[in-house]
């Protein structure tokens, strides 16, 4: 089964930037949707954006014009790059297979000055 292993999170301030990896293994993502969500202290888990298998990305609301993802099939790996970060970013961020019912452990994204 595929195995999920996101990273590059951490602190920053607002207005700050990072990008998330999430790195595939066991298994090839290349023709699978793939999901980003995200999980704030205390709030409900949330889901944040979407790439097709083609490249056609989707994003709540909240994050259109600051995030973008994107995938390397090469590298069997899909980014959230987010910009502009605000405090009410500040979340555990997980990659998901769409279709499956497969997730990362996630990675924390705290923004705080």
């Known amino acids: 089964q595929v195995q999920l292993v996101e990273s590059g999170g951490g602190l920053v301030q607002p207005g700050e930037s990072l990008r998330l990896s999430c790195a595939a293994s066991?298994?090839?993502?290349?023709?699978?949707?793939m999901d980003w969500y995200r999980q704030a202290p205390g709030k409900e888990r949330e889901w944040v954006a979407l790439?097709?298998?083609?490249?056609?990305?989707l994003y709540t609301n909240s994050v259109k014009g600051r995030f973008a993802v994107s995938r390397d099939n090469a590298k069997n790996t899909v980014y959230l790059g987010m910009n502009n970060l605000t405090v009410e970013d500040t979340a555990v961020y997980y990659c998901?297979?769409?279709?499956?019912?497969?997730w990362g452990k996630g990675t924390l994204v705290t923004v705080s000055s």
């Open positions: 998901k297979m769409h279709s499956m019912d497969v």
């Open positions: 066991e298994g090839d993502i290349a023709v699978y949707p």
């Open positions: 790439i097709l298998s083609g490249g056609n990305t």
